[in-house]
C-alpha cells in the first residue's frame, strides 16, 4: 500500500451489520492511524470485525447478547438525505432480536463519532458522547432511534403503558472524556470492546466500575491501535 488510492477489501459477514458486505480499507485509513488522527468508517467497522472475531466468535452468549449496526447505512448524511431506508434498516435489525439485544451502533454526526447502544424491547438507549454533548444537539438521529422503536413496537405487536406509548428512554452514560479535537473514533471502539467484554445489556449511568476514569490514558488508546494493527497483519491488510 505504497501509493496514495491504493486499497484492500475486508469481507464482513452477514452476522455482523446483517447483511454481507465488504469494507474498504485505503493507505490513507492507516496513515490517520499510525499518525493518530481522526478515523473514518473503514476504520470503525475493521475494528467491530475484530471485535466479532476475537470476542464474539464461538461464544454463543456474547453473540446472541450484542449486534451491530453499520455506520455505511445509516449516518447523518444519509438520515437527511434517505431517512426512510434508514428506518428500515434499522428495525429490520431489531426484528432479528430473539432475546434482549444491545445493538452497538456507531454514529457519525459528520464531524465527530458517538456510540449509542440500543436496547430495542426495553426501549432504552444508552448515549456515549466522548465530548460530553447532549443528545438533544442531534435531532434528526433521535427521531430516527425512536421512530424505529416505535415501527418495531408495532411490528412485534408489543403492548406497553399508554404513559410509555411514546416515551423512549434515553440515557446519557457518564463515560470517559476526550481532551482534544480527534480521538473519539478510539473512544468509540474501546466503548465498544468494554461494553462487550463487560458482557452487560444494562449499562450504569456512571459507566463500569471496572473502566470508571475521567479520560482514557494515551496506553489506553495505544492498545486500540495495537489491537487494530495486528488484525490489520493477520487479514494480510498491510505486510511487514
Not at 492507516?30 to 464474539?56: A, C, S, W
Not at 479535537?181 to 473512544?187: A, E, S
Not at 445489556?201 to 473502566?211: C, G, N, Q, R, V
Request: proline share 3%.
Amino acid at each position: 500500500m505504497a501509493t496514495a488510492g491504493a486499497i484492500r477489501l475486508l469481507d464482513m459477514e452477514e452476522d455482523i451489520f446483517g447483511y454481507s458486505c465488504t469494507e474498504t480499507i485505503g493507505k490513507e485509513d492507516l496513515e490517520h492511524i499510525f499518525r493518530h488522527q481522526e478515523l473514518g468508517v473503514g476504520v470503525i467497522h475493521t475494528y467491530i470485525r475484530f471485535l466479532y472475531d476475537n470476542f464474539m466468535r464461538g461464544n454463543d452468549q456474547l453473540s446472541n447478547r450484542f449486534r451491530f449496526v453499520s455506520s455505511s447505512l445509516v449516518n447523518k448524511a444519509l438520515i437527511c438525505r434517505e431517512p426512510d431506508s434508514c428506518r428500515e434498516y434499522l428495525v429490520k435489525r431489531f426484528m432479528a432480536s430473539s432475546t434482549n439485544n444491545l445493538y452497538l451502533w456507531p454514529y457519525n454526526s459528520g464531524c465527530h463519532w458517538l456510540l449509542l447502544a440500543i436496547d430495542p424491547l426495553k426501549e432504552v438507549v444508552y448515549f456515549l458522547n466522548s465530548i460530553d454533548g447532549e443528545w438533544t444537539n442531534y435531532p434528526d438521529m433521535k427521531q430516527l432511534v425512536d421512530t424505529s422503536i416505535k415501527v418495531f413496537r408495532s411490528q412485534r405487536q408489543a403492548r406497553v403503558p399508554r404513559t410509555k406509548s411514546s416515551n423512549i428512554t434515553w440515557i446519557k452514560v457518564q463515560c470517559p472524556l476526550q481532551r482534544n479535537g480527534i480521538d473519539c473514533g478510539y473512544f468509540v471502539m474501546r466503548f465498544m470492546r468494554e461494553i462487550i467484554n463487560m458482557n452487560q445489556i444494562e449499562i450504569p449511568i456512571t459507566y463500569f466500575d471496572e473502566y470508571k476514569c475521567a479520560h482514557y490514558t494515551r496506553l489506553q488508546l495505544e492498545q486500540i491501535k495495537e489491537e487494530l494493527c495486528q488484525y490489520f497483519i493477520e487479514k494480510r491488510l498491510i505486510s511487514i
